[in-house]
């Protein structure tokens, strides 16, 4: 499997803009609400028995699980039946934000890195479409799930044989921009190393 990214800038309306700027906003929300779920069963369990703090604690039963990317999708699947904001987004946006902080947690383990932090007013710069129609793009548009066609500029041809996988749309100071990722079902050879090594200083 080949694949590629095209980026092309966007053309919305006003009426799309306001839809693109709720949407992040809902993703940051859910984000947030996530990393304090997973933050508050993390410091449920660092506190020794011997030392806790006379000020506050975060108090949760021994038998709760730390929260996982399937059970937070549980979850929000309950806060979209109650919250008409939520509802108003595509599912599938929401979980991928999920899937990114998860991801997040994975780096902290596996790579190193720091404590995923809280996401301020206006740092979600994009969300993402993980699957599209089967002919998403008609004309000089795009067809996103929920929005509906979204005027683009398309400066370079799609390549003949190209499945478009997902979008992601993003944010910058420059306006709107749609990231288009291609696939190709073709295996890319990967010819052994042959002959004699040379060593370069």
Not at 182 to 201: F, R
Request: aromatic share 10%; net charge positive.
């Amino acid at each position: 499997m080949f694949s590629l990214t095209y980026e092309f800038k966007l053309k919305p309306t006003k009426n799309q803009i306001a839809i693109f700027e709720g949407w992040l906003e809902q993703c940051r929300r859910v984000y947030n609400y996530a990393l304090c779920e997973r933050k508050d069963w993390f410091k449920s369990r660092s506190c020794q028995i011997n030392a806790c703090s006379l000020r506050s604690e975060y108090i949760i039963s021994a038998d709760t699980k730390r929260s996982t990317y399937a059970s937070q999708c549980r979850g929000l699947t309950v806060a979209r039946a109650n919250i008409p904001a939520l509802k108003a987004v595509q599912v599938h946006v929401l979980q991928q934000t999920l899937k990114r902080l998860e991801k997040a947690f994975v780096s902290m383990w596996e790579q190193g890195h720091g404590f995923p932090r809280f996401k301020k007013v206006g740092r979600m710069r994009s969300f993402v479409f993980p699957q599209l129609a089967k002919q998403p793009i008609q004309g000089n548009a795009v067809k996103l799930p929920k929005i509906g066609l979204v005027k683009f500029n398309q400066s370079r041809r799609i390549p003949e044989g190209a499945v478009i996988k997902q979008a992601r749309v993003v944010r910058r100071a420059s306006g709107w921009y749609v990231m288009l990722t291609l696939q190709w079902n073709i295996d890319v050879p990967q010819p052994m190393p042959h002959g004699e090594a040379i060593g370069i200083d």
